[in-house]
């Protein structure tokens, strides 16, 4: 009899390879409007064990964009960790010193959905071989922009851009794969748009779940 539980369509649509994503280990640098959904969207469909890293608490601004965020005040790793068994909180800042002395061995896949730049060319200079980036999500309205190619690959997207730059400068010579909007920002503060972030870590979960399937 086919199993029916909270993961019974996941079993309809992934066969027998549900197993390698119950099996999977997924760490999740960042739980704000893009790493949060992208979160939500791993625990849904079956990933069987995700550490997400953050240090902050959510505030009545992150309302426009973050899952969760009607929990103000609260650690925005613990209000993830409460919703789903399979996900283990960390509050921690995320700076090259913590990436440095993190062990990463343990997991499948590393998505960074952070902001900071020197943790982010840390993060990539530590695991490259098993990262997958979010680059800038916020300043844009347009959803069907949204892409994924090569770190190396982008265009229109000046955090990208900057983080390039600062591999280059790092010596990194590696590569993977990145998240990115091909559409120009359309303001110079961190204005944000639900309808994009979403987009953006939805697309990191769907790049983690193929990634994890095809092993």
Known sequence: MDRVDRFTRSCWLFGDDFAKLEN???????????????????????VGKIVVIDKDIF???????QIYSEA?????????AKRYESIE???????????????????????????????????????SSKLIASMGGAKRIDATAVKVA????????????????????SGFKGDFEVVFSTE???????????GVTAVFGLNLASLAVRKILNG
């Open 150 to 169: 090569s770190v190396w690959k982008t265009y229109n997207d000046p955090l990208a851009r900057k983080f390039r730059a600062e591999l280059k400068k």
């Open 59 to 65: 505030d009545i601004t992150n309302q426009n964009r």
């Open 184 to 194: 120009e920002p359309r303001c110079k503060v961190l204005g944000s748009f639900m």
């Open 72 to 80: 103000v005040g609260a650690v925005k790793v613990s209000e993830f």
């Open 24 to 46: 999977a280990k997924i760490l999740v640098c960042g739980v704000g409007g893009v790493g949060g959904m992208c979160v939500d969207a791993l625990a849904r469909a079956g």
């Open 89 to 127: 909180g960390v509050c921690e800042l995320i700076t090259p010193e913590f990436i440095e002395n993190f062990d990463f061995s343990e997991f499948d896949l590393v998505i960074d959905a952070i902001d900071d730049m020197s943790a982010k060319v840390a993060l990539a200079n530590k695991v």
